[in-house]
């Protein structure tokens, strides 16, 4: 089981830099556990790509993708102690809101202690932030 971050889904869905080390990645433990508004994120990067020209055809099949993986997938719920430990990741590291609500997800998944727990993310400021809160970070973009 490792904690995913939405940087790190979206090669699983979209063909980018970094698809097939995700893919390898996600072949070799498909338990992905990720925070309440991933669906959110993501659809955010496949609105961005239909904005740019990608075709209504294609962007059907992007969510359609979006669909069932977020179908297999575990997500941890919002909650007052996830918004306050994100308030205290803005303080600490240097995050954008989303990032630092990923980061509190993530450290609720493992109860504050990381301690090497797997987080695959692609953003590299929430890699150094997640690195400096004890986590194991992968990046599959490498």
Do not use: K, N, Y
Request: aromatic share 6%; hydrophobic share 50%; proline share 5%.
């Amino acid at each position: 089981m490792r904690f995913w971050d939405s940087s790190a889904i979206v090669p699983l869905l979209v063909e980018e830099t970094g698809s097939r080390a995700a893919r390898d990645l996600f072949a070799s433990d498909a338990e992905l556990v990720v925070w309440w508004a991933t669906t959110v994120e993501c659809m955010s990067s496949i609105a961005r790509r239909e904005r740019d020209g990608t075709s209504p055809p294609v962007t059907r099949v992007l969510t359609a993708r979006l669909r069932a993986l977020a179908a297999r997938w575990t997500e941890v719920s919002p909650s007052d102690a996830v918004r306050a430990d994100a308030q205290r990741l803005l303080r600490l590291h240097e995050l954008r809101a989303a990032d630092a609500l990923q980061l509190a997800a993530a450290r609720a998944l493992c109860d504050g202690l990381p301690d090497g727990f797997p987080l695959v993310t692609a953003d590299r400021r929430l890699a150094a932030a997640a690195t400096r809160e004890g986590f194991d970070v992968i990046d599959p973009i490498g």
